[in-house]
């Protein structure tokens, strides 16, 4: 009981902490949304187009170059709040999720330009990639619910 | 379960507390989206051979209260699937899951944020489904913080839920221009075990000439070992960026996630194996339409040999209707088993609405060759067609696909997709 009381007493300060601070101090607020293309007139594209690549937010690391896909990670987990101007959950969730039946690319097998992952016949290079480097599947799939698609090869 | 019955009241004063709190004036909104999709696929089930399957899926989005502003809203996402023919190929014709569904309330000051329900948490080592409440605010102009309890949604199906617990949190030091150093902690109970016990720093600095280092590590308590370090740098030069990186990942304090280990990753975690990758990506944003990608990796084992990948690829969007690309990657194994060649060529034709009754043409083909066979196949073929319309001012999009893969798992398999998405949005 002691070992789980004093997480629990250090969340009950931390949130009294946090919301006590929170009403004090008036640092730069992020917007709800970005506008949309039908306000702007335009897709944006480019984040650094109309915002400073390094303002109150650094708008250069939020760019999409053609390695995003891949690399997108550390700017995520540092930035969920900016990504969160222009993506809901949702959009996250095709990939990162506790339970996906449908691999992205094939629930969206029309947005190629995309280049999501696994597209194509990865049932067969998956036992490669696999091998190769197991910790890049271990992301997506290793809790015991996301695994559900492995068990049934793996056990 | 005392302590059961101190979340659950904690959690219920917390429903309590987010209800009590001020409601701005603005406009209630709703916008609901809805993908319907349908498959059509042949299988080999315990029930027959070449036995049709037909899943339907549907994908349902809410949001409601007050989304374009600060204030009070609801948003829930998830999935269901039945399977039409029911012939066996799924272990039940009806599936679902609740990806998300929760209240939250937005501050227009110190960017506060709370979140009580079913969410996903992506910040320091956390990357969780979790049912229960997260709070998020900024301490100060350089200082912000954000803590999360609940219960872990991935744990649900070993012994149930009696026993499982999650929180954590991290508090993130940042200097407009400078950078960012961030600090995480994340404990998991899984039927009163320890799951996992994760601690991480997270950095950004923003160097001068427009470069930029980032990177993480995260040091697993429960085994007393660093799982992981991942560093990149960001370096521009005229049009072209360069991105040297490392990775490292220790198998046992990587994939050693105590209670809630799974196959194939818990016979890796009883290894001494550790991983090193060293790679660069470079991009080089020829003009606005032709971007020209090249990779290399590294991959350094403690025991096993190195295996390189090398990999170039380039698109060509000559407006916002076309996008044509391709790419070849190489994986050379230390084993001819671990050796393959990837090519991919793809196109996206749209706005054809002037000319044709449909909106837009996609296709894609991707081919591998395997150096040794894998089912006795040294190559996989797999093309795709697609194309769609929308209707009613854009706020229903139909979309349909088809595929046909040759490989090592199937001599012949051809599969059809029809999706149709409608979008809803309202004030209320």
Redesign the interface.
Known sequence: ?KK??S??AV??I??A???A??????????P??HPSPDDLGE?PKVCTNCHD????I?F??FVH???WGE?H??????G??VCALCH???F??DC????V??KPS??H??D??RRMPH???Y???H??D??????S???CH???????T??TC?? | M??RF??AR?LLLAVLALLALPMNSAAVELRV?SDT?LRVFERDTTSGTDNLVTPG?EYL?V?MGS????GLSF?A?G?G?YDFADNDFYQDAD?G?L??GYLEY????????IRLGR??I???VA?E?VDGLR????????I??S?Y?GQ???????SGRSGD?I?G?RV?LHK??LG?V?LSYK?IQNDSDTAEEMAGV?I?L?LPK?I?F???SSYNLDSNGFA?H?Y?F?IPYENF?F?PFF?M?N?AD??A?GA?S????RV?ATGDEE?S?YGI?L?W?KSEAW?F?G?FKY?DYDQADG?QYYGL?A?WHPG?AT?L?GEVGY?N?DLS????L?T?L???VDQLGDKLWLD?L???I?Y?S?DQD?YGEDY???V?L???KTFLDGRLRV?L?G?Y?Q???FDDDLRG?L?LTYNYDHGL
């Open positions: 009981m789980i009381f997480p629990l969340l009950i931390c949130l902490v946090l919301a601070c929170s009403t004090m101090n008036n640092s730069f607020q992020l709800n949304n897709q690549a390094r303002g109150d650094p250069e690391r170059g053609p390695t690399n990670r550390q700017a995520a987990y540092q969920e709040r809901q959950t949702s996250c969730n990162h999720a506790t339970r039946e449908l094939l629930r097998q029309t190629n330009v597209r194509g016949d049932l067969s290079r036992r490669i696999g091998r190769v480097d197991p910790t599947c271990f992301r290793g809790n015991p619910k996301a695994a559900a492995c068990v793996h056990g | 005392k302590v101190c979340v904690g989206q999709l899926y989005q949001d989304l374009s502003e600060a948003h996402y999935w699937r599936a899951e990806l998300y937005k501050r227009e000051n110190a960017n506060l944020n969410q996903y992506f910040e320091g990357n489904s709070l998020s605010s900024d301490l100060s102009e350089n912000s913080a803590i309890a872990p949604v991935g744990l649900d199906s070993t617990s929180y949190g993130a407009m221009s960012e961030g404990n997270d950004a923003y427009g930029n980032f990177g993480n992981e991942s990149e960001s960026r991105r990775q990942f198998y990587y994939f996630t809630n799974v196959n194939p990753f890796l991983i990758i990506d991009s944003l971007t990608v990779k991959y295996n690829a698109t916002e996008d690309g994986l194994g088993k671990n050796t393959y990837l991919r793809f196109a996206t837009f996609t296709g894609d991707v591998a395997y894998i996989s073929l797999f795709s697609g194309t769609g979309k696909s595929d893969s490989d090592p798992y997709l999706s």
